[in-house]
T-cell receptor, first 117, second 115 residues
Framework: DTGVSQDPRHKITKRGQNVTFRCDPI?????LYWYRQTLGQGPEFLTY????????KSRLLSDRFSAERPKGSFSTLEIQRTEQGDSAMYLC???????????????FGPGTRLTVT | AQSVTQLDSQVPVFEEAPVELRCNYS??????LFWYVQYPNQGLQLLLK??????LVKGINGFEAEFNKSQTSFHLRKPSVHISDTAEYFC?????????????FGAGTRLTVKP
Protein backbone atom coordinates (compact mmCIF):
# COMPACT_ATOMS: atom_id res chain seq x y z
CA ASP A 1 0.00 0.00 0.00
CA THR A 2 1.73 3.14 -1.23
CA GLY A 3 -0.85 5.58 0.12
CA VAL A 4 -2.65 8.33 -1.75
CA SER A 5 -0.63 9.88 -4.54
CA GLN A 6 -1.16 13.13 -6.41
CA ASP A 7 0.32 14.43 -9.61
CA PRO A 8 1.79 16.93 -10.23
CA ARG A 9 3.12 18.12 -6.90
CA HIS A 10 3.53 21.65 -8.19
CA LYS A 11 1.91 23.52 -11.07
CA ILE A 12 2.54 27.07 -12.21
CA THR A 13 0.16 28.40 -14.81
CA LYS A 14 -0.87 31.69 -16.32
CA ARG A 15 -4.26 33.18 -15.63
CA GLY A 16 -6.83 31.93 -18.09
CA GLN A 17 -5.19 28.57 -18.73
CA ASN A 18 -6.78 25.23 -17.88
CA VAL A 19 -5.11 22.82 -15.47
CA THR A 20 -5.82 19.22 -14.52
CA PHE A 21 -4.70 17.36 -11.42
CA ARG A 22 -4.73 13.64 -10.79
CA CYS A 23 -5.30 11.68 -7.60
CA ASP A 24 -4.72 7.96 -7.10
CA PRO A 25 -6.40 6.75 -3.89
CA ILE A 26 -5.51 3.76 -1.78
CA UNK A 27 -6.60 0.83 -3.91
CA UNK A 28 -9.27 -0.68 -1.64
CA UNK A 29 -10.88 2.67 -0.79
CA UNK A 30 -14.09 3.48 -2.57
CA UNK A 31 -14.48 7.05 -1.31
CA LEU A 32 -12.40 9.88 -2.69
CA TYR A 33 -12.41 13.52 -1.57
CA TRP A 34 -11.01 16.77 -2.91
CA TYR A 35 -10.09 19.68 -0.66
CA ARG A 36 -8.56 23.10 -1.20
CA GLN A 37 -6.14 24.61 1.31
CA THR A 38 -5.04 28.22 1.16
CA LEU A 39 -2.15 29.67 3.13
CA GLY A 40 -2.84 29.83 6.84
CA GLN A 41 -6.12 27.95 6.58
CA GLY A 42 -7.32 24.42 7.06
CA PRO A 43 -8.51 22.28 4.16
CA GLU A 44 -11.92 23.18 2.73
CA PHE A 45 -14.13 20.45 1.33
CA LEU A 46 -14.76 20.65 -2.42
CA THR A 47 -16.37 17.38 -3.48
CA TYR A 48 -16.41 13.63 -2.90
CA UNK A 49 -17.03 10.42 -4.81
CA UNK A 50 -18.45 7.08 -3.77
CA UNK A 51 -16.94 4.79 -6.40
CA UNK A 52 -17.55 6.64 -9.70
CA UNK A 53 -20.53 8.67 -8.47
CA UNK A 54 -19.98 12.26 -7.44
CA UNK A 55 -22.30 12.52 -4.46
CA UNK A 56 -21.67 15.95 -3.04
CA LYS A 57 -20.23 19.27 -4.18
CA SER A 58 -19.41 22.30 -2.08
CA ARG A 59 -20.52 25.81 -2.98
CA LEU A 60 -16.78 26.47 -3.35
CA LEU A 61 -16.79 24.32 -6.49
CA SER A 62 -17.67 26.92 -9.11
CA ASP A 63 -18.66 26.00 -12.65
CA ARG A 64 -15.02 26.40 -13.70
CA PHE A 65 -14.17 23.35 -11.61
CA SER A 66 -15.00 19.80 -12.64
CA ALA A 67 -14.05 16.51 -11.06
CA GLU A 68 -14.34 13.02 -12.43
CA ARG A 69 -13.68 9.50 -11.28
CA PRO A 70 -14.60 7.52 -14.39
CA LYS A 71 -13.79 3.99 -13.27
CA GLY A 72 -14.06 4.43 -9.56
CA SER A 73 -10.30 4.40 -9.16
CA PHE A 74 -8.24 7.52 -9.88
CA SER A 75 -9.82 10.96 -10.04
CA THR A 76 -9.07 14.17 -11.90
CA LEU A 77 -9.82 17.74 -10.92
CA GLU A 78 -9.86 20.27 -13.74
CA ILE A 79 -9.92 24.02 -13.36
CA GLN A 80 -10.82 25.98 -16.45
CA ARG A 81 -9.89 29.62 -17.08
CA THR A 82 -7.77 29.78 -13.95
CA GLU A 83 -7.81 32.91 -11.81
CA GLN A 84 -5.25 34.14 -9.32
CA GLY A 85 -7.68 33.31 -6.53
CA ASP A 86 -7.40 29.64 -7.50
CA SER A 87 -3.83 29.57 -6.19
CA ALA A 88 -3.87 27.04 -3.37
CA MET A 89 -2.89 23.54 -2.34
CA TYR A 90 -5.35 20.96 -3.69
CA LEU A 91 -5.53 17.91 -1.47
CA CYS A 92 -7.01 14.53 -2.25
CA UNK A 93 -8.06 12.00 0.39
CA UNK A 94 -9.59 8.55 0.32
CA UNK A 95 -11.42 6.33 2.75
CA UNK A 96 -13.43 3.15 3.00
CA UNK A 97 -17.13 3.38 2.17
CA UNK A 98 -20.08 3.72 4.51
CA UNK A 99 -21.08 1.24 7.17
CA UNK A 100 -17.52 0.37 8.01
CA UNK A 101 -15.94 2.05 11.00
CA UNK A 102 -12.66 2.78 9.18
CA UNK A 103 -14.60 4.99 6.78
CA UNK A 104 -14.26 7.76 9.31
CA UNK A 105 -10.53 7.99 8.71
CA UNK A 106 -9.50 9.86 5.60
CA UNK A 107 -6.01 9.30 4.24
CA PHE A 108 -4.52 12.33 2.54
CA GLY A 109 -2.16 12.66 -0.37
CA PRO A 110 0.75 15.14 -0.43
CA GLY A 111 -1.25 17.70 -2.42
CA THR A 112 -0.77 19.67 -5.61
CA ARG A 113 0.34 23.25 -5.12
CA LEU A 114 -1.13 25.50 -7.81
CA THR A 115 0.25 28.96 -8.50
CA VAL A 116 -1.63 31.14 -10.97
CA THR A 117 0.42 34.07 -12.24
CA ALA B 1 -23.60 22.99 9.92
CA GLN B 2 -20.64 22.36 12.14
CA SER B 3 -17.62 24.62 12.61
CA VAL B 4 -14.24 24.42 14.30
CA THR B 5 -12.23 27.07 16.11
CA GLN B 6 -8.59 26.58 16.94
CA LEU B 7 -7.89 29.15 19.56
CA ASP B 8 -4.16 29.59 18.97
CA SER B 9 -2.67 30.18 15.55
CA GLN B 10 0.88 29.70 16.84
CA VAL B 11 2.25 27.90 19.87
CA PRO B 12 5.98 28.13 20.61
CA VAL B 13 7.31 25.77 23.23
CA PHE B 14 10.67 24.49 24.42
CA GLU B 15 11.73 20.91 23.87
CA GLU B 16 10.57 18.46 26.57
CA ALA B 17 7.92 20.90 27.82
CA PRO B 18 4.23 19.94 27.83
CA VAL B 19 1.90 21.40 25.24
CA GLU B 20 -1.84 21.83 24.76
CA LEU B 21 -3.41 22.83 21.45
CA ARG B 22 -6.96 24.02 21.90
CA CYS B 23 -9.96 23.19 19.72
CA ASN B 24 -13.60 24.12 20.15
CA TYR B 25 -16.41 23.07 17.84
CA SER B 26 -20.03 23.90 17.30
CA UNK B 27 -22.68 21.58 15.95
CA UNK B 28 -26.37 20.97 16.43
CA UNK B 29 -25.87 17.20 16.31
CA UNK B 30 -23.43 14.65 17.68
CA UNK B 31 -20.03 14.73 16.07
CA UNK B 32 -16.88 12.80 15.33
CA LEU B 33 -13.66 14.65 16.12
CA PHE B 34 -10.18 14.37 14.66
CA TRP B 35 -6.69 15.82 14.97
CA TYR B 36 -4.40 15.81 11.95
CA VAL B 37 -0.76 16.87 11.64
CA GLN B 38 0.80 18.38 8.53
CA TYR B 39 4.56 18.56 8.04
CA PRO B 40 5.95 21.02 5.46
CA ASN B 41 5.09 20.11 1.87
CA GLN B 42 3.22 17.00 2.95
CA GLY B 43 -0.38 15.91 3.23
CA LEU B 44 -2.29 15.52 6.46
CA GLN B 45 -1.69 12.56 8.76
CA LEU B 46 -4.24 11.43 11.31
CA LEU B 47 -3.03 11.74 14.90
CA LEU B 48 -6.15 10.52 16.67
CA LYS B 49 -9.91 10.42 16.48
CA UNK B 50 -12.91 10.39 18.77
CA UNK B 51 -15.88 8.40 17.52
CA UNK B 52 -17.56 7.22 20.73
CA UNK B 53 -16.81 5.69 24.10
CA UNK B 54 -14.00 6.91 26.33
CA UNK B 55 -13.55 10.64 26.17
CA LEU B 56 -9.77 10.37 26.50
CA VAL B 57 -8.29 9.32 23.21
CA LYS B 58 -4.68 8.31 22.69
CA GLY B 59 -3.00 8.70 19.33
CA ILE B 60 0.33 8.33 17.64
CA ASN B 61 3.58 10.02 18.65
CA GLY B 62 2.52 10.31 22.29
CA PHE B 63 -0.40 12.68 21.68
CA GLU B 64 -3.75 12.44 23.40
CA ALA B 65 -6.96 14.44 23.36
CA GLU B 66 -9.99 14.73 25.59
CA PHE B 67 -13.52 15.15 24.33
CA ASN B 68 -15.56 17.46 26.55
CA LYS B 69 -19.15 17.57 25.37
CA SER B 70 -20.33 20.22 27.82
CA GLN B 71 -17.56 22.59 26.77
CA THR B 72 -17.65 21.44 23.12
CA SER B 73 -13.90 21.07 23.17
CA PHE B 74 -11.34 18.55 21.96
CA HIS B 75 -7.95 19.80 23.12
CA LEU B 76 -4.77 18.03 22.05
CA ARG B 77 -2.01 17.41 24.57
CA LYS B 78 1.47 15.97 24.80
CA PRO B 79 3.40 15.77 28.08
CA SER B 80 6.84 16.25 26.54
CA VAL B 81 7.43 17.53 23.02
CA HIS B 82 10.33 16.91 20.66
CA ILE B 83 11.86 19.06 17.97
CA SER B 84 10.31 16.68 15.42
CA ASP B 85 6.81 17.66 16.61
CA THR B 86 7.21 21.03 14.90
CA ALA B 87 4.36 21.09 12.39
CA GLU B 88 0.89 22.42 11.66
CA TYR B 89 -1.93 20.77 13.59
CA PHE B 90 -5.55 20.73 12.44
CA CYS B 91 -8.67 19.89 14.40
CA UNK B 92 -11.59 18.58 12.34
CA UNK B 93 -15.22 17.66 12.95
CA UNK B 94 -17.90 15.80 11.05
CA UNK B 95 -21.52 15.19 11.92
CA UNK B 96 -22.28 11.64 13.01
CA UNK B 97 -25.32 11.51 10.79
CA UNK B 98 -23.45 12.69 7.72
CA UNK B 99 -21.25 9.62 7.36
CA UNK B 100 -18.12 11.78 7.23
CA UNK B 101 -19.03 13.28 3.89
CA UNK B 102 -18.30 16.82 4.97
CA UNK B 103 -15.39 17.18 7.33
CA UNK B 104 -14.75 20.72 8.55
CA PHE B 105 -11.26 21.76 9.57
CA GLY B 106 -10.03 24.51 11.83
CA ALA B 107 -7.55 27.08 10.58
CA GLY B 108 -4.67 25.22 12.16
CA THR B 109 -2.15 25.77 14.96
CA ARG B 110 1.51 26.01 14.14
CA LEU B 111 3.51 24.27 16.86
CA THR B 112 7.15 25.31 16.99
CA VAL B 113 9.40 23.36 19.34
CA LYS B 114 12.59 25.17 20.25
CA PRO B 115 15.76 23.56 21.62
Amino acid sequence: DTGVSQDPRHKITKRGQNVTFRCDPISEHNRLYWYRQTLGQGPEFLTYFQNEAQLEKSRLLSDRFSAERPKGSFSTLEIQRTEQGDSAMYLCASSHGPKTLPSYEQYFGPGTRLTVT
Amino acid sequence: AQSVTQLDSQVPVFEEAPVELRCNYSSSVSVYLFWYVQYPNQGLQLLLKYLSGSTLVKGINGFEAEFNKSQTSFHLRKPSVHISDTAEYFCAVSDQGNNNNDMRFGAGTRLTVKP
